[in-house]
């Protein structure tokens, strides 16, 4: 039986070059920001328990973190809210789009937070008194999971806000159940700019094991949120952290994860490590083509697939044909 390469020496750039073969999948186009991606761009990071962090080419460069934020924005609204956002949020996954135009029937609510009603709501839910009370919690809040000072791309919540049209609908809708408590506009304002904080793929991967990890910064040490909030996204990350992909995702990956339409996987090994993916091109279910190949290699590599082992208990005897 062959052992299994070790994290800390683990080769991201030669995973790096066999992906980039992968020429298929479009760029997302929603924001002009999006549209001029650069669809050669790939980059991969994995933050480890000692507080290391490996990465590829590129990782450093720069790219809005969209729906990859939402995760952290339910793990703030979680501790902001002492898990009443549990009660205001469903849980279930939906086998729908991200932005389709429906909450669940009977309650109002949004039918997880990885999907963009629930992920407008989780915004509103932080604490503060305004918007700009909300950005400043979510920025420091963003900041703290990465362990480094973030900053936001004023452009891109700008256009994130203007042209979020599906988003605008969804609030007014929230707003006409009684789910949303904040104006519509606000709460598509707070979103937009929560979406346009500027990551790399070293800070995302950071982000993600720090949910990995309990809750825990590898990197700084500092107890970011609880432990059972922690446990409480990355439960919901595995179920419905890759929208209507999320079951295939799990077959292939096993580690629960979450996808942006800018390319940029986040994953959270319990346990293990976070790591980062980060390639623009996307498939039809809006996830990185190339992060969904790299992602699958490195569970596979470092066997981190949550269901990998699946062989006879110890001490157990052999089922009867």
């Known amino acids: 039986m062959s052992r299994r390469p070790d994290p800390r020496t683990y080769d991201l750039d030669r995973l790096r070059a066999e992906v980039l073969a992968e020429d298929g999948g479009e760029v997302h186009d929603s924001i002009p920001q999006l549209a001029e991606a650069d669809s050669g761009f790939c980059a991969l990071a994995i933050a480890l328990p000692d507080g290391s962090v490996r990465s590829s080419a590129q990782a450093d460069v720069r790219f809005s973190v969209q729906s990859a934020v939402k995760p952290f924005l339910f793990a703030l609204a979680l501790f902001d809210t002492d898990g009443e956002a549990l009660d205001r949020i469903g849980i279930e996954p939906t086998g729908e789009a991200f932005d389709a135009i ?45 362990g480094r000072a973030l900053e936001v791309d004023e452009e891109v919540a700008r256009d994130e806000h203007l042209l979020g049209d599906r988003n605008h609908a969804l609030a007014h809708l929230m707003r006409a159940e009684g789910t949303l408590r904040v104006s519509a506009d606000d709460a598509v304002a707070v979103y937009a700019r929560a979406c346009a904080v500027l990551v790399d793929a070293e800070a995302l991967a950071v982000m993600g094991a720090t949910l990995a990890f309990g809750g825990r910064n590898p990197v700084t040490g500092e107890q970011v949120v609880p432990a059972d ?30 996808s942006s ?19 623009p ?25 949550v269901f990998g082992d699946t062989g006879e208990p110890t001490g157990m005897p052999a089922p009867r044909d």
């Open 102 to 146: 429906k909450l669940e029937s009977g309650t109002g609510r949004p039918p997880n937070p990885m999907v963009n009603a629930g992920a407008l709501l989780t915004a509103a839910l932080v604490d503060g008194d305004d918007v700009a009370a909300r950005d400043e919690r979510i920025l420091a809040g963003l900041s703290a999971f990465a």
């Open 229 to 258: 909030v922690a446990r409480d996204v990355v439960s919901v990350m595995a179920t419905c952290g890759v929208y209507d992909g999320s079951g295939r995702w799990m077959r292939a990956v096993g580690v629960p994860a979450k």
């Open 261 to 279: 339409v800018s390319g940029a996987i986040v994953l959270s090994a319990p346990g293990r490590l976070g790591a980062a993916v980060v390639s």
């Open 281 to 305: 091109p996307l498939d039809g279910y809006g996830t990185s083509v190339r992060g969904h190949a790299a992602s699958r290699r490195l569970s596979d590599d470092l066997g981190l697939h």
